[in-house]
């Protein structure tokens, strides 16, 4: 962890995990299918993950890929994922959900916060959906959420520094704005310095080539447009390192 900042990494693997934490991040993300913007992860990667780091684990709860508006047997998996994890070693939840009018689903919230205590919880990115940001902010600091990760509703959290400069102001410490959203070693000094947080999230990955040496390059296991089984991403150590002293050396 930098001094004064704090770095939390999204990983989706062991291994990121372990990279994340010896490259100096102070807390993990852990799901599934970063390619998906991430999903709840399974409990043998929890407690996997638990007995490998020392840093705080703050675990998905994302029952699927696509928007933030659940059903009801969306919403008992998400009770469900909380009961489980809370139970096999997380440190703090990750979630959200929104109306379909782009609210932030204010009953839906406290009752997973209810699920979910006493552990600590961060509102995800369906931030960056709502139609008020300014509207919502107070929302989520009314129903006691720990911290909010966001891009400033915007595609990076570059682009996205107008609002989050502002989100910062209008929390007075009531609630943690957390940047994230293609934060990477060339413009996390900007993002730091312009907005006023003490905190940021990234994923730092590298590609990693597979270690197949034969390979069926005429089945796909998903989507067309999604990666191939052959390249693997993972958080990459030296960029953590390269992230943490950048935080550590901006005033």
């Known amino acids: 962890m ?23 991040a102070g807390r993990l993300e852990l799901c599934s299918s970063l390619l998906e913007g991430g999903i709840s992860p ?38 469900k994922d909380i009961e489980l994890v809370k139970s096999h070693g997380a440190d703090g939840l990750v979630l959200g959900a929104l109306t379909e009018d782009g609210r932030v689903d204010a009953e839906l919230c406290m009752e997973l916060l209810a699920v979910s205590r006493p552990l600590p919880v961060t509102f995800h990115r369906a931030f960056d959906m709502v139609h008020d940001p300014v509207v919502a902010l107070e929302t989520l600091v009314s129903l006691g959420f720990e ?8 595609c990076s959290a570059l682009e996205g520094l107008p609002l989050i400069k502002r989100l910062v102001e209008q929390a007075k410490g009531r609630i943690t704005i957390m940047p994230g959203g293609g934060i990477t070693e060339r413009n996390l000094q900007r993002i730091l ?46 960029k953590v390192r390269t992230l943490n002293a950048i935080a550590k050396n901006t005033l």
Do not use: W
């Not at 693997?13 to 100096?24: C, L, P, Q, T, Y």
């Not at 947080?197 to 990955?205: D, G, I, K, N």
């Not at 590609?207 to 191939?228: E, H, I, P």
């Open 42 to 79: 399974s409990i043998g990667l929890l407690q996997v993950v638990k007995q490998y780091v020392r840093i705080p684990v703050y675990t998905m709860i994302r029952p699927r890929g696509g928007d933030f508006l659940y059903s009801d047997r969306e919403v008992e998996v998400m009770r």
């Open 193 to 238: 310095e312009g907005s006023g947080v003490l905190e940021f999230h990234c994923s730092a990955r590298s590609s990693k080539d597979s270690s197949m040496k034969f390979r069926n390059s005429c089945v796909n296991m998903g989507a067309s447009l999604t990666a191939s089984e052959y390249g693997l991403k993972v958080a990459d150590v030296c």
């Open 147 to 154: 911290r909010v990760l966001t891009s400033g509703c915007d």
């Open 2 to 24: 930098a001094e004064g900042f704090l770095m939390e990494v999204c990983v989706d693997s062991v291994e990121s995990a372990i990279n994340a934490e010896r490259g100096g």
